[in-house]
Structure formats: C-alpha cells, structure tokens
C-alpha cells in the first residue's frame, strides 16, 4: 500500500485580530478521533456571547450581561415553524431540520435570486476573499507572522 503526500494542513489553529482589536481563535481538524463530523461557532464580547453547534442545527444559545444577577445563563433560542422555510417542512415547534432540508432551502434560494434578478450571497467576490484568507493563513504559517487580510467589498 502506497501513501501519496499531503500537501494541506490536515488541522490547524488560527489566531485572528480584527481591525476593531477585536481578537479570535479559528480551530479545525478533519482528523480528530471519534468525530464524524462536528461543526461549533462560539462568539464571546463584553456584553454577552453566543454559541452555535451544527449538531443542534435550529438552535442558538445566547448568554446576556444584562440579565440579572442569579439568572444569567445560557437560553436556548429554537427556530421553529414561525420561520417560512423551516414550516414548508415541519409546522411544529422542536423539531430539526437536516442537511438535506438545509440543501432544499439553499437551491431554493437561488433560484429566488435568479427569477427576482438580484445577486444573493455568497457572491464569487466572497469566494475569492475566502481564498485570500486562506493564502493570508498559509503565508503566516510558512513565514512565522501576522499577515494582513485584504478587506472584503462591501455587499
């Protein structure tokens, strides 16, 4: 059995700082034992945060600083049929869509798009800003650096 090289990062953590001085951390790894697939967004400021999982694909968690003291935690913020494209599938409450409803609602998006004649995001424009952070990212890596990001035009 042969094995062909691997020319991209196979995991990887990216530090971020944003032009506001906002900073991040970017983690990924497509090789981590155990997980199928497992997709997480967590946002944190100085107001409040949210966290996000694919695995609970209708659901935002969102903790607030103005909530009273002994009542501050995490709410769970469902989507449920209150929302036009989650009822075209399911009219009740607590239930989840899935990817290929998620795929319905994409296709059905763009097809909106073309009939009303207007552009919908992503544009190619955003595409190819993803790949300037992507070099950005590699070039850090290789030459052991922070490197700037162009800016994305404004949509």
């Not at 409450?93 to 207007?118: D, M, Q, T, W």
């Not at 595409?127 to 890596?141: E, K, T, Y």
Request: with cysteine; charged share 25%.
């Amino acid at each position: 059995e042969s094995w062909a090289d691997i020319t991209n990062p196979d995991a990887t953590n990216l530090l971020c700082r944003f032009e506001n001085g906002a900073g991040g951390i970017v983690d990924f790894s497509r090789v981590a034992t155990g997980r199928k697939f497992m997709q997480t967004y967590e946002i944190y400021g100085t107001k409040g945060s949210i966290a996000y999982s694919y695995d609970e694909i209708n659901r935002l968690r969102f903790y607030s600083n103005d909530d009273r003291t002994g009542r501050r935690g995490f709410r769970e913020i469902d989507v449920g049929p209150e929302n036009p494209t989650f009822r075209a599938f399911l009219p009740l409450p607590n239930f989840g869509l899935g990817y290929n409803e998620s795929k319905i609602i994409e296709a059905a998006e763009v097809i909106r798009s073309i009939v009303a004649n207007r552009p919908m995001w992503p544009t190619f424009e955003t595409g190819h800003h993803i790949c300037q952070i992507v070099d950005a990212c590699m070039q850090s890596s290789r030459e052991r650096r922070w490197v700037d990001i162009p800016l994305a035009e404004r949509q």
